[in-house]
């Protein structure tokens, strides 16, 4: 038995004692009745975007009982994940689903596979030509412009076109997608994949004018004044140097002027021994790249693989793929020989006390130093936004500011995404669509309306043994001569149809009924309504007959049953401390 199901039987051990101890297994000695409180499930508690993921899990599993098709299945997910996300196809490709991390799961068998499924519903929608949905608001006379087409502003634009306003996408590149097209590489993220789930926000009516940069070819202030809001999305495009003297030599690069010279399609010479300073998603795309350029590559970090903030998926395939790494060890010296660096000093690291990352800060071991050969060096030590042309909008420390909201500027200008401070993916999308959100009030003249927030489900409501055992599916991998042989391949599969199905229906619908049947099953007093019956609403409850003796919530497989005493209110449910609230 593994540690964690031995936790969950001593916790259901504890609701015994409890119940014995409160003489509740005879007669009517408990003043609790069961009510059934949806709680917000352990996987989108860990989403930053917020989607209903237990709603797309479950509308796939239910395809069957609910007498649907699984075509009709897959549209209603794809509508659930595109309220809040257009870009599921790629999010299921890069996103690093701390969904997953939250997965209550992942204490029996595994985490749900829940960022394939995303990826597949993506797939599928692109190959059905699904539309995203819009909101039957008709068209607003007000006119938004957004700055920058990376994932903050898409999912800015998306959110207002489907509202109904009439969006200009600015964008300075010559193509839109910001760091999805000029930051991630082909072998993750497929530039058609990229371009088809853009053209669906296009067809919203959304104009993306590229080669324009705002500061440059438009002012700030002249969107200030034609505009009715202006929403900034310029993310971090100016990679962050060494600060080492040699920099200036034409085998230096920083990280983004590097992958987006990559992606862009131009040529490299990074000659045969390749250093990348750096542990982040940024630095392993950079390593990876260079292998497959043929280069013999090590990545210098300055702790160990354990702080390695890169997704832990592509940290495995860079070592698969050959990318060897020093721990422990940060740049002092680029030595050169002429124009060129040759090679690097690095000066051996030990971890202390952990920083205000919550990672141990690394700190320097005296008089231990190691020169390591290079035939170029990429910094990928991070990326600040370039600002010119919006110091009037600038914290103070070289990024946008924002204030308490995380997304107002100032009035009628708002922003997201890496121009705040590095995120993700997921967090620009969450955070164009929640301004675009505050730009709708604004412009209407309502409240902004507040995101429900209800209790997790966390692990110790779930009653383990209900569920059958099932592995989690894994999606294939290319092989590896295969990949090292192209620069563009995808390396990670969708996973096919019926392996999505079964994935799907490992999911154990935490905090929310499934109508399984277990509390009528051991309800004595037919306080519970039968199976099919249970329409989720506390109210048809004949509470009136309850004994109090708590068999129901027991007998709940997915924490949707409490307890509650009516004369005071109080609960009882599971905490995170393995205890329970009363
Ligand atoms: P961006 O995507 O950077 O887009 C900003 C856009 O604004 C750009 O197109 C830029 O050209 C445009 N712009 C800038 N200034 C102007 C101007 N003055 N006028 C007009 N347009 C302008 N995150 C993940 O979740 N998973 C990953 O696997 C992952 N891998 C990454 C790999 C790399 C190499 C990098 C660099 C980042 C990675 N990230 C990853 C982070 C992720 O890409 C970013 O968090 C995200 O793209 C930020 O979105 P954004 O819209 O704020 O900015």
Not at 219 to 243: C, M, N, P, T
Not at 394 to 414: F, L, N, Q
């Amino acid at each position: 038995m593994t540690p964690a199901l031995k936790r969950l039987r001593n916790s259901r051990k504890k609701i015994a004692q409890f119940r014995t101890k409160t003489g509740n297994a005879s007669k009517k000695e408990s003043p609790y009745i069961p009510v059934f409180v949806t709680k917000t499930p352990a996987c989108q508690g860990e989403c930053p975007s917020g989607t209903n993921i237990r709603g797309v899990l479950t509308t796939i599993a239910n395809t069957e009982r609910d007498g649907r098709t699984y075509h009709d299945s897959f549209r209603q997910a794809f509508e659930i994940i595109a309220a809040n996300n257009p870009f599921p196809a790629v999010c299921g490709r890069v996103c690093p689903h701390p969904c997953e991390s939250g997965c209550n799961r992942q204490y029996k068998d595994g985490s749900l596979a829940i960022n394939n499924v995303e990826r597949f519903i993506g797939d599928y929608a692109l190959r059905n030509g699904f539309a995203l949905p819009a909101e039957p608001a008709g068209r607003r006379e007000e006119k938004i412009a957004v700055v920058g087409s990376g994932p903050a502003g898409l999912s800015a634009a998306y959110q207002l076109a489907r509202r109904g306003y009439a969006v200009t996408v600015f964008e300075a590149f010559a193509r839109p997608g910001g760091m999805l097209r000029y930051g991630i590489p082909d072998y993750r993220l497929p530039q058609d994949v990229l371009d088809s789930e853009i053209d669906r926000i296009r067809s919203l009516g959304v104009d993306i004018r590229c080669n324009v940069a705002v500061g440059r070819d438009i002012l700030l202030d002249d969107l200030r004044r034609e505009y009715a809001a202006v929403f900034l999305g310029i993310g971090a495009h100016a990679g962050r140097s060494l600060g080492l003297p040699g920099e200036d030599a034409a085998n230096f690069f920083t990280v983004t002027h590097f992958l987006n010279r990559i992606n862009s399609g131009c040529t490299v010479n990074v000659g045969n021994k390749v250093l990348v300073v750096g542990g982040g998603d940024a630095a392993i795309d950079a390593a990876r790249i260079c292998r497959r350029l043929g280069a013999d590559v090590t990545m210098v970090y300055r702790r160990t693989r354990n702080e390695m903030p890169a997704i832990e998926s592509e940290i495995v395939e860079a070592e698969e793929e050959g990318v060897k790494f020093r721990f422990l060890a940060a740049p002092v010296e680029l030595l050169r020989a002429g124009d060129m660096i040759t090679g690097m000093r690095c000066q051996s690291m030990r971890l202390g006390r952990p920083d205000a990352s919550g990672r141990r800060r690394p700190e320097p071991v005296e008089n231990d130093f190691t020169e390591l050969a290079a035939t170029a060096v990429i910094a990928a030590i991070g990326q600040v936004p370039c600002m010119q042309g919006f110091e009037s909008v600038d914290s103070g420390r070289g990024w946008i500011r924002a204030d308490s909201t995380g997304i107002t500027v100032e009035d009628g200008v708002y922003s997201g995404g890496d121009a705040l401070g590095l995120s993700l993916v997921t967090t620009s999308i969450y955070q164009g669509r929640i301004a675009a959100a505050a730009i709708d009030a604004r412009l209407r003249g309502v409240r902004l309306p507040v995101e429900e927030k209800t209790v997790i489900a966390n692990r110790f409501s779930i009653y383990y043994d209900h569920y059958a055992a099932s592995s989690r599916n894994e999606p294939a991998s290319l092989p590896l001569a295969e990949r090292m042989a192209d620069l563009q391949r995808e390396v990670v599969a969708t996973l096919d149809e019926s392996r999505i199905v079964e994935e799907c229906a490992r999911c154990m619908s935490c905090g929310l009924c499934f109508d399984c049947g277990n509390c009528w099953n051991v309800c004595g007093e037919n306080v519970m309504p039968l199976k099919g019956r249970l329409k989720g609403d506390s109210a048809g409850l004949a509470t009136s007959d309850c004994k109090g003796c708590r068999h129901c919530m027991d007998e709940c497989p997915c924490g949707f049953i409490e307890m509650i005493d009516p004369a005071t209110g109080k609960y009882i449910r599971a905490s995170m401390d393995n205890s329970y609230l009363v």
